[in-house]
């Protein structure tokens, strides 16, 4: 069985924290890049985040840079997304996803999760 599982989501105040998990079941998150993404209501799958298949190279977002950190732990075959500082623009499903050919800002990644809900509200 090979999927992607996000958790860590949840209802936060602004100013607030979370940590999401990406576990990796059915194949090996060496051979991949995994990405960030979200997608507000209303609005288009965008790009957050990204860790190369070596864990040495990382990607952020413009609006989210000084305040996400994206890190691997292989052991675990999991991907983790720390938050800091969320905002109610924060809001939204985030989805992990698995690339056999390195990181993308746009959505064309070979398999996605299912997404966890992050809410930014006071």
């Known amino acids: 069985q090979v999927q992607l599982v996000e958790s860590g989501g949840g209802l936060v105040q602004p100013g607030g924290s979370l940590r999401l998990s990406c576990a990796a079941s059915g194949f090996s998150l060496d051979y991949y890049a995994i990405g960030w993404f979200r997608q507000a209501p209303g609005k288009g799958r965008e790009g957050v985040s990204c860790i190369s298949h070596s864990g040495t190279r990382a990607y952020y977002v413009d609006s989210l840079k000084g305040r996400v950190t994206i890190s691997k732990d292989s052991a675990k075959n999991t991907v983790y997304l720390q938050m800091n500082s969320l905002q109610p623009e924060d809001t939204a499903v985030y989805y992990c996803?698995?690339?056999?050919?390195?990181?993308?800002?746009?959505?064309?990644?070979?398999?996605w999760g299912q997404g966890t809900q992050v809410t930014v509200s006071s």
């Open positions: 996803a698995a690339r056999l050919s390195g990181c993308s800002p746009s959505p064309l990644y070979n398999k």
